[in-house]
């Protein structure tokens, strides 16, 4: 069993849920949040916005994840989930973005789920460092695998070339063979 690194666009993966990358509204923005929109259909958006609100505005807490069907993807679902905004490291986000692949692994297991594909979450717009990012998520995922059966894939799914690298070097670090 190995934690699967893949370099491409998460909307083409036909597993059981990829994840979304998104903020505390859930209503979409740019990055992959606005790529899975764009490819699921406005379905998606429908289904987001009839998530409850906790407060006005807000749908998902910072490192929650929220579960929506996937629509148009080849995916069957769409996990929501809300990295930390990088500011200075001090501020929990660390274990904020743990909690971002914990709690979507947990969810998987409760959904009876074979399959889970994640972005890079936080490493884009909200400016986490690649490769304290990759630390978190191959710890997160290689922990999970390690202790649990299900679910039985899971991909980290690199965007560019350098993502790519620091999933190989994190989860080689943490003694996955290459
Ligand atoms: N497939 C896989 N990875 C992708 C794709 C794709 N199609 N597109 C981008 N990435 P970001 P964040 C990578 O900015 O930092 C949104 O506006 C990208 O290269 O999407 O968590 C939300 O609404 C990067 O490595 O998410 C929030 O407001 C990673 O996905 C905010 O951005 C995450 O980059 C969330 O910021």
Avoid at 85 to 103: H, I, T
Wanted: hydrophobic letters at 45%; charged letters at 15%; glycine letters at 8%.
């Amino acid at each position: 069993m190995k934690i699967e690194v893949w370099q491409g666009d998460i909307t083409t993966l036909a597993v059981d849920a990829i994840v979304n990358a998104a903020n505390e509204s859930l209503l979409g923005g740019g990055g992959v949040d606005g790529a899975i929109h764009r490819a699921a259909g406005p379905q998606l958006l429908d289904a987001c916005r009839a998530l409850p609100e906790i407060r006005p505005g807000m749908r998902c807490p910072t490192g929650e994840v929220r579960e929506t069907p996937a629509f148009d993807l080849p995916a069957k679902h769409v996990f929501h989930t809300v990295g930390p905004v990088w500011q200075d490291g001090l501020r929990d986000e660390p274990a904020l973005l743990a909690n971002c692949y914990w709690k979507s692994l947990q969810l998987a297991e409760k959904l009876d789920l074979e399959s889970i594909a994640f972005p890079a979450v936080s490493c884009g717009v909200f400016g986490y460092p690649l490769h304290q990012a990759a630390h978190i998520a191959a710890t997160e995922t290689l922990t999970w695998q390690r202790s649990h059966h299900q679910p039985r894939r899971i991909i980290l799914v690199a965007y560019n070339a350098a993502t790519y690298k620091a999933y190989q070097s994190a989860l080689a670090a943490l003694g996955q063979p290459v």
